[in-house]
């Protein structure tokens, strides 16, 4: 057994390692969260875990007398059901009992509820990320701000682009321009829309939220891990919703400063430029594992 676990294990690993290397995004029969690159998705997944200890006992216990109730008192073996109608031990039983549950949930979940609104350091870098039908504009809200569009890549252009590789860009998840910020870094996103409502999520940050025309929502976050992450618009937008996808490219504080330098003038080629550090960097350390 302990073999079957182990070998499961591994294969696991196997399955999510070759793009952990690059990335978080989604992988095929995914049944979990996409690893965590942030301090609050490591909290919000042990949350969920906190979470089914409870879920799963509790469901069990139903499922359990039920089948007992249906088994015991079908009509073919009590042709006499009991009339008893109260039972005050029982009664103050599943009164408190749930109460006590519901504080055991209520406690953690208030307190990461108020985490996720209380960054624990003043933001170093500030974006705002505009939702458009269907693509998104990122501003970096710097001396002299850069502005630029992120938009779904399309088939025909990922040669030129260097991104033929479906692994490290997906379909339907590669963009033109990546969100480049550096790692480490406490972030804050500005998300708003000039249309309709759309939502800036990405799974490995554990943000999500909604963007709004006419208002500004903010997000934040620090993510400790270099790398190329994914998300989606996550809020039905019109025909092409399916087709906004968000990449953020997490990098060191070299590349990311030698990228805005350069992408203030030429942004392909300082994403270009760009791609190529991280690249031959992930073949490095692919290469020492
Ligand atoms: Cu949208």
């Known amino acids: ?19 952990a290397a690059y990335a978080a995004q989604p992988v095929d029969w995914q049944m979990r969260f996409q690893p ?15 979470t089914l200890w409870f879920i799963v006992p509790i469901t069990a216990l139903v499922l ?14 009590n ?11 029982i009664e103050v039983i599943w009164t408190v009992g749930p109460v006590v549950i519901l504080l055991f949930l209520a406690v953690p979940s208030f307190q990461l509820l108020t ?14 990320a505009t939702g458009n039908q269907w693509n998104w504009d990122y501003e970096y809200q710097i001396d002299e701000p850069l502005t630029f569009n992120s938009a779904l890549m399309p088939d025909a252009d990922r040669a030129a682009a260097g991104k033929e590789d479906r692994a490290v860009y997906p379909r339907l998840l590669t963009v033109d321009n990546e969100m480049v910020v550096p790692v480490n870094t406490m ?3 500005l998300v708003t829309a000039a249309d309709v409502i759309h939502a800036f999520a990405m799974p490995a940050f554990g943000v999500k939220t909604d963007a709004v025309p006419g208002r500004i929502n903010e997000i934040w976050f620090k993510a400790n891990k270099e790398g190329l992450y994914y998300g989606q618009c ?8 399916a087709y906004m996808p968000i990449a953020i490219r ?3 504080d070299d590349q990311y400063t030698t990228w805005l330098a350069a992408a203030k003038s030429d942004l392909p080629g300082a994403n270009k430029a760009l791609m190529a550090a991280t690249d031959s960097a992930a073949k490095v350390a692919a290469a020492g594992n």
Request: net charge positive.
């Open 64 to 77: 359990i007398l039920l089948g007992w109730c249906i088994l015991k008192f079908r009509a073919s073996v």
């Open 187 to 189: 972030v804050r996103v």
């Open 1 to 19: 057994m302990r073999r079957l676990l182990a070998t499961a294990g591994a294969s696991a690993v196997s399955l999510v390692s070759p793009a």
């Open 250 to 252: 997490v990098v060191n």
């Open 115 to 128: 985490a996720q609104y209380t960054p624990e350091e003043e933001a170093k870098l500030t974006l705002k």
């Open 234 to 241: 996550s809020e039905l937008c019109g025909k092409d919703h």
């Open 36 to 50: 965590a690159a942030t301090d609050m998705m490591a909290q919000i997944e042990w949350f969920e875990k906190y």
């Open 79 to 89: 042709q006499n059901p009991s009339r008893t109608s109260h039972n005050t031990l």
